[in-house]
C-alpha cells in the first residue's frame, strides 16, 4: 500500500510559476515510478510527466515540454513537478501516482496508486 498526498496547488497570475510536491508512504520510495497527471473540469485526465524509480528517465507531455520539470528526492519520499510559464489552460487538477513497474508511462491505467489532487488555477 503506499500513500501519497500533493501539496503547492494554488492561484497564480499567468507566467508565474509553482512547484507541487508529492510525499509518500507505505513503501520503499525508490521501487516505483512516479507520474503527474491533471483533470480540468469537464476534460479527462491526462499525462504531465513521469519519472523513473531512479530520477534518470523522464518524459514530459508536448504541452508541459520546456515549461515544467519533474524531479524526486529519494531521500526526502518526494517528488516535485516545478511549473513555470504557467497558462490559464494548466488550470486542472493535479495528481501524483505511483507505478511499480517503472515504465515512466502517459497511461493513466499504467499507475497503481493515485493522490487526492492539488488545485492549480492560472489567472489570464
Known amino acids: 500500500q503506499v500513500h501519497l498526498v500533493e501539496s503547492g496547488g494554488g492561484l497564480v497570475q499567468a507566467g508565474g510559476s509553482l512547484r507541487l510536491s508529492c510525499a509518500a508512504s507505505?513503501?520503499?520510495?525508490?521501487?516505483?515510478?512516479m507520474g503527474w497527471f491533471r483533470q480540468a473540469p469537464g476534460k479527462e485526465r491526462e499525462f504531465v510527466a513521469a519519472?523513473?524509480?531512479?530520477?534518470?528517465?523522464?518524459y514530459y507531455a508536448d504541452s508541459v515540454k520546456g515549461r515544467f520539470t519533474i524531479s524526486r528526492d529519494n531521500a526526502k519520499n518526494t517528488v516535485y513537478l516545478q511549473m513555470n510559464s504557467l497558462r490559464p489552460e494548466d488550470t486542472a487538477v493535479y495528481y501524483c501516482?505511483?507505478?511499480?513497474?517503472?515504465?515512466?508511462?502517459?497511461?493513466?491505467?499504467?499507475?497503481?496508486?493515485w493522490g487526492q489532487g492539488t488545485q492549480v488555477t492560472v489567472s489570464s
Open positions: 519519472i523513473s524509480r531512479g530520477g534518470g528517465r523522464t
Open positions: 501516482a505511483a507505478d511499480f513497474s517503472d515504465t515512466v508511462a502517459a497511461v493513466a491505467g499504467s499507475y497503481d496508486y
Open positions: 507505505g513503501r520503499t520510495f525508490s521501487s516505483y515510478a
